[in-house]
């Protein structure tokens, strides 16, 4: 998995190769082992990318189906302090700290951000710790980060984070805790990390209610709403409460704090 920005050309290529290579392009016999990884191939984007907000978000899979480019304009569909004043989605929130006064959602560098992940993540590789920096992207259009701000953890920061859980220094703005506009205390889906595994909520389709099977990084293995049934390695949210002194929405949850398995 690389983190690297495709000049629009290669977009543009590999739209066109979509409609021009369709389904011969078979998913079977093009596992060229390079060994560089045991990407494997599929002939359709994950049925999960169709939740992602589409004004902002666009996820393409390659020509040869082993990895998907996403990239988002970084834009939340839903309401915030951090936007400007005379925007539609700006909502003044009192208990709320901001960073700074002067930054905006689309202020200063801009909210775009864009990676690419194997069609199939890899669980067989070693774990990988989150860098401070985007780790995924919502379904609302908007980054996730993990549980670190700056060189130290959360709680000095937590007074600038809005009601979902989410905020904006000089950088992208970004959610740290369960986004309530996303998903509150339930199974929906969050959005995919750096890895390539989609996260969910705090809770599970598969049974209904909070999973007791957790891995360290709160994944396991169950269907999801996205599966047809088929079962697939995801995260969830882990339904243990982040007790973040000064935030103003009481009660926080850690969206992920890692280390990823999907590399
Ligand atoms: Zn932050
Ligand atoms: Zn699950």
Known sequence: MKIYFKPLTYITIFAFALFTCSSDDSSSDDSVDNGDDDDVAVTELHAAF???NSDAVTAI??????EVYIETTGFPDHTSIYWETDNALYMDEPGVTKTTQDTYIGGGQGEAASFTVDAIPNLTGSTVTTQLNTIGIAVSGASIFNDQEGAGDLDQAAGSLDWAGAHKGPGVYHYHLEPTPITNDDESLV??????VFIYGRQCISTGTYPTDLDASGGHTSTTQYTDGAEEYHYHIINEEYPAGNYAYDPAYVLFAGPFQGY
């Not at 899979?61 to 082993?66: A, P, R, V, Y």
């Not at 959005?191 to 390539?196: H, S, V």
């Open 191 to 196: 959005g995919i990390l750096l890895d390539g």
């Open 61 to 66: 899979l390659s020509d040869d189906g082993t």
């Open 50 to 52: 169709a939740a992602f």
